[in-house]
């Protein structure tokens, strides 16, 4: 079975283009995109934190639950549902892990 000339280097041309594009979703996949949005834990999780009776719990537990988030809910309390990750993140027994 005899393959045409042109064939070849349009096969060839194409897996190379299928290689580039697949490194560049690679990099886009990594924490690049995180990296480029990061927001700052330390004063997000304060103003979360701010009317807590335990103030150094509730710090703790938002500043865990930011840096694996990258989310923290707006307000002192509620509006979990904003930030899914933060949400859905869960303590060994079973309850919410994040204020």
């Known amino acids: ?3 045409s000339k042109p064939l070849v280097p349009i096969f060839l041309l194409s897996m190379l283009l299928l290689a580039q594009a ?3 979703v690679s990099e886009l996949d ?3 995109t995180i990296a480029a949005s990061k927001i700052d834990c330390g ?3 304060k103003a979360r934190c701010k009317l807590s ?3 150094n719990l509730c710090h703790r537990a938002c500043g865990t639950c930011c840096s694996r ?3 923290v809910p707006p307000g002192t309390s509620g509006n979990q549902k904003v930030c899914p990750c933060y949400y859905n993140m869960t303590t060994h027994g079973g309850r919410r892990k994040c204020p």
């Open 1 to 3: 079975m005899a393959i």
């Open 22 to 24: 697949h490194e560049m």
């Open 30 to 32: 990594g924490k690049s």
């Open 43 to 45: 004063s997000a999780c």
């Open 53 to 55: 009776s335990r103030p």
């Open 69 to 71: 988030c990258n989310c």
